[in-house]
């Protein structure tokens, strides 16, 4: 047997093919490979997904027991459709009547169109040979109901076989159904519709198709998915039987996305590649929302986070708020919907607070997971004032701030009463023993929040971004609640961001390092680590010109400026890994957060250099697109950044980085729903940047357009003009 110098454990990571094509409508997305054939046993995260179950675990087609070559596909994820094509190996037969060799040409096409509660498909089986064909074709498919967290890989407390039930009320349909622990019935329906006979059963169809030369047959095959309580309700929601209208389908989905798109201004820079990469983020974050009762409401991420997340909303939020103020409005009205009334230590649950992040599937639904309506951050409630703050910054829109008062009021009185540590009267969180989250801040991971030494921070924690994110919302509702009428609330809230601006200062601040240390531990010891959560800091108005200097200038030194973006911690630290989920590798929109900073500090040649690493990164990741996080690794030449292997694509606060990077670059800014502009940047490699329709709200109403050009002298020159309405 063989030795091991040293003993270890393997663990194992989910890591997806980046040829694997991800689509997602409303609560439905799905993973496949290029040949559009799923097999969960051969790999085990493809499947359909919905309502944070797999519904559709074997979905694969075969021609004469073989299955065909994918030769090229295309679609678009905007619209929820991909077009497959794909080709038989070359075969020779001899045949009775012919014993000269026979070359077989078989082609298929499929086109695949998600909708939220299912899907369709059209497939087109055409003979390209010569001469007649006898050929059998073969449509599998599967249903085993496993649970999203199950399919990641986490062990369930009851591993025993679930029974998944089959049936067929007609010779055209398979019904796969489940009987969830949490007492949900699950079902998935196939209709399918066949030019031909052929045999059936709960593995799927078989025919044996007789084709001339050239000759094709269609079928088609309608998917549905649903959820109910009642055992005694009808045994099956038929589909219809006429084939499903693909091109009305898709047509109805690009129809929404222009509707989507109509909403946002137009990039046009001197490099047209940015100008891409803005389109792409407005089209990825389409994908990314789902309806609610308010409105479109951004889902984190995919494919493990296609659910919603307080905290990346509320980030997605700022990052869009500039271009697309009805976003940040949905997510301020949902997440004000589903804001704590109750203490409930297994969710992590007290009055005021709001969510982290909302699950659905068999292992939320009995407990399994805490994560049903989960309530474990310390930064969702700050960061909600936050966005609220800045959303009557864009809009101007009072009689709005004044609807959500109440939740607003239940926020600042959750940081009071619950969020505060007595000592110190800082915003802190403690473990959660409940199965749930250990660190909860942002960089959540249980190893994420350590002293210089490696030791692990001892609860309560005080994150030093969360004291900023608190501190700008305690400066701007003294103002706002003043504005509004609410005298003794703007008091309290100009005394409570005095004194955590003093309390902070003097608690976080490392001269010595010349940066804000990561936390503060339960032994009221700071964590004496170089990282970027300091330059989240810099969104508040506490830190000195100095301080302000000192961080800007430790960000994009070696320690923690990769060259295409500060890492999370500095190469310094003990537990600096450039292949880490939060020690050592790079986030775009941590990045986005900083540079937002620097801007509010006018910290400009910082602002430079990390805008250019940012932009450059862009060109070196598929489709233009920044994944959720990147390798730290330092950049070389002839070497782009590398993608994290779990990283999820798209995930909304990365993708809208590139959105409030561009307002940064625009120094574009907002008082009381008037637009102005600040300095503006463009870094060595643009002459341009033309924003074009930025709509603005208030009773004039309009569209501002933004020109930044630079000049023959060097010097970058910006313009704003106004159209009213």
Same mark, same amino acid.
């Given at each position: ?42 790999? @085990? ?50 045949? !009775?009547?012919? @014993? ?15 909708? %939220? ?9 055409? $003979? ?7 050929? @059998?074709? %073969? ?29 067929? !009320?007609?010779? =055209? ?9 949490? $007492? ?41 998915? &649903? ?5 005694? =309700? ?18 109805? &989905? ?11 201004? %137009? ?11 803005? /389109? *792409? ?29 307080? /905290? ?6 700022? =990052? ?24 409930? @230590?297994?969710? #992590? ?14 292992? #939320? ?23 609220? #703050? ?26 009071? &009463? ?13 473990? +959660? ?19 210089? +030494? ?18 700008? #919302? ?27 601006? *003093? ?17 503060? +531990? ?17 969104? =508040? ?49 941590? $990045? ?15 602002? %430079? ?12 990741? /598929? ?103």
């Amino acid at each position: 047997m063989e030795q091991r110098p040293y003993p270890y454990e393997v663990h194992p990571l989910l890591v997806l093919d980046a040829s694997d094509a991800i689509f997602k409508t409303g609560d439905h997305f799905a993973v496949w490979p290029p040949s559009g054939d799923i097999e969960s046993d051969r790999v @085990p995260y493809h499947g359909f997904f919905w309502h944070g179950m797999r519904y559709l675990s074997r979905w694969s087609v075969r021609l004469l027991d073989i299955k065909p070559v994918p030769l090229w596909a295309q679609g678009r994820k905007d619209s929820c459709f991909e077009q497959i094509h794909r080709i038989m190996p070359i075969l020779t037969f001899r045949t !009775p009547d012919n @014993p000269h060799s026979q070359v077989l040409r078989l082609s298929l096409s499929q086109t695949r169109v998600l909708e %939220e509660d299912g899907f369709s498909e059209r497939c087109i089986v055409e $003979n390209r040979s010569p001469h007649k064909l006898t050929v @059998p074709f %073969e449509w599998q498919i599967a249903a085993d109901f496993q649970d999203l967290f199950e399919v990641r890989g986490m062990q369930r407390a009851d591993p025993s076989p679930r029974k998944v039930e089959w049936f067929s !009320p007609s010779p =055209s349909t398979s019904v796969f159904r489940y009987h969830g622990k949490d $007492n949900l019935l699950r079902e998935t329906s196939v209709r399918m519709s066949s030019p031909c006979s052929g045999k059936m059963n709960q593995d799927g169809w078989k025919w044996v198709l007789d084709l001339k030369p050239e000759e094709s047959m269609t079928f088609y095959f309608r998917v549905r998915y &649903r959820e109910w309580q009642d055992p005694a =309700s009808p045994v099956t929601s038929e589909t219809s039987k006429r084939p499903p209208d693909m091109e009305g389908i898709i047509a109805r &989905r690009q129809h929404e996305l222009e509707d989507f798109g109509k909403e946002w201004p %137009e990039v046009r820079s001197s490099d047209p590649f940015l100008d891409r990469c803005f /389109r *792409q983020a407005i089209e990825d974050l389409r994908v990314l929302c789902t309806p609610v009762r308010e409105g479109l409401i951004p889902y984190a991420g995919l494919p493990w986070f296609s659910t919603v997340f307080g /905290r990346d909303a509320l980030i997605t939020g700022l =990052s869009t708020l500039w271009a697309a103020p009805a976003l940040s409005k949905t997510i301020l009205l949902f997440l004000g919907r589903l804001q704590s009334r109750v203490l409930d @230590p297994k969710r #992590a649950a007290e009055p005021g607070k709001i969510l982290h992040e909302m699950r659905t599937g068999e292992m #939320a639904g009995t407990g399994e997971v805490p994560f049903g309506r989960y309530y474990g951050s310390v930064d969702s409630t700050p960061l909600y004032l936050m966005l609220a #703050a800045r959303y009557v910054e864009r809009t101007g829109d009072y009689p709005f701030l004044e609807k959500i008062w109440p939740v607003i009021e239940r926020a600042f009185s959750w940081v009071e &009463r619950y969020g505060t540590d007595d000592r110190t009267g800082f915003l802190v969180y403690r473990g +959660d023993t409940n199965g749930g989250l250990i660190q909860q801040g942002w960089k959540d991971s249980g190893d994420s929040v350590f002293h210089a +030494d490696g030791r692990l921070a001892a609860h309560p924690i005080a994150l030093c971004e969360v004291q900023a994110y608190l501190h700008y #919302a305690c400066s701007a509702f003294s103002v706002l609640a003043e504005r509004m009428g609410h005298a003794r609330f703007s008091e309290k809230t100009r005394q409570m961001a005095s004194r955590l601006k *003093q309390a902070f200062l003097s608690a976080f601040w490392l001269p010595d390092m010349k940066t804000f240390a990561l936390a503060l +531990d339960g032994n009221l010891a700071p964590c004496k680590v170089q990282s970027s959560n300091a330059g989240h800091v810099l969104l =508040s108005d506490m830190p000195s010109e100095s301080m302000v200097r000192g961080v800007a200038k430790n960000l994009l030194s070696d320690n923690l400026f990769s060259g295409w973006g500060v890492r999370t911690i500095g190469k310094s630290e003990l537990r600096y890994d450039p292949v880490s989920y939060h020690n050592g590798s790079v986030w775009p929109h941590d $990045n986005a957060l900083i540079l937002a900073g620097l801007s509010r500090h006018r910290i400009f040649s910082e602002m %430079e250099n990390l805008c250019e690493g940012f932009l450059d990164g862009l060109r070196f990741f /598929r489709d233009q697109r920044p994944p959720e996080l990147y390798c730290g690794f330092d950049r070389k030449n002839g070497e782009g950044p590398f993608s994290y292997p779990t990283s999820c694509s798209p995930q909304a606060w990365s993708v809208t980085s590139l959105m409030m990077v561009l307002q940064t670059m625009g120094g574009i800014a907002f008082q009381s729903g008037h637009p102005r502009m600040g300095r503006a940047i463009l870094g060595p490699s643009l002459s341009s940047l033309h924003i074009h329709g930025i709509r603005l709200t208030g009773p004039t109403g309009g569209r501002a357009n933004v020109y930044i050009d630079r000049g023959e002298d060097g010097i970058v020159k910006p313009v704003m003009e106004i159209h009213k309405v």
